[in-house]
């Protein structure tokens, strides 16, 4: 089946350094990705949708300074959290859509701990 | 707009209980209905989905119907274990299958 992998799993860092996440797909082509914050106990909430080759679309509220997407190729996407502070500390998940069902497949979720 | 309402939580549960967790939309068009499973620290696993009225997601012992008639999408299952213990969300994507919405959470203990 359709598998997205995201690196690192677990982040610890400092304030005020950057901090850079991948999302791939492993066996197939994402036409669309997405990356989702979850903050402890609540649900995921969309933060951007990316298309190869194209600026990311952020939703209401999300700083585009702050949370660079770039989505360099089909199968892979980057989330890079600039000087992080201890408020962006959070679980990132992103999702890609593609495949032979066209649907979602989440990747694990980073955990970004900026201390 | 899109939304989804679910059952809080937290539920708990004595292993082989019947288990009920309630969901509700609101959505224009024809959307597609998910349940996810977030087990701790880790990621969201497709639980099961459905695509159309009256289709029934199965997996692992779970259901749920698609009940267009009641904007429903409850989640059952006759006989939980321990290993059930998790997070549970509702989620529903629009016809173009980009925007999803999820529900808030329903967190299952199952205890022996």
């Known amino acids: 089946g359709a598998v997205v992998s995201q690196h690192p799993s677990r982040v610890i860092c400092k304030s005020g350094t950057s901090v850079k996440i991948e999302c791939r797909s492993l066996d197939f082509q994402a036409t669309t990705m997405f990356w989702y914050r979850q903050f402890p106990k609540q649900s995921l909430m969309l933060m951007a949708t990316?298309?190869?080759?194209?600026?990311?679309?952020?939703e209401q509220g999300v700083e585009k300074d702050k949370f660079l997407i770039n989505h360099a190729s089909l199968t892979l996407s980057t989330l890079t959290v600039t000087s992080a502070h201890p408020e962006d500390s959070s679980f990132y998940i992103c999702s890609a859509r593609g495949g032979a069902r066209d649907t979602q497949y989440f990747g694990p979720g980073t955990r970004l701990t900026v201390l | 707009g899109d939304s989804v309402t679910q059952m809080e939580g937290p539920v708990t549960l004595s292993e082989e209980a019947f288990l009920t967790i309630n969901c509700t939309y609101t959505?224009?068009?024809?959307?597609?209905l998910f349940w996810y499973v977030q087990y701790p620290g880790e990621g969201l696993q497709l639980l099961l989905k459905a695509t159309k009225a009256d289709d029934k997601g199965s997996n692992k012992g779970f259901e749920a119907t698609y009940r267009k008639e009641t904007t429903s999408f409850h989640l059952e299952k006759g006989s939980v274990q321990v290993s059930d213990s998790a997070v549970y969300f509702c989620a529903l994507s629009d016809q173009s299958g980009n925007q999803f919405y999820f529900g808030t959470g329903t967190s299952l203990t199952v205890i022996p």
């Open positions: 990316s298309n190869e080759g194209s600026k990311a679309t952020y």
């Open positions: 959505a224009t068009g024809y959307p597609s």
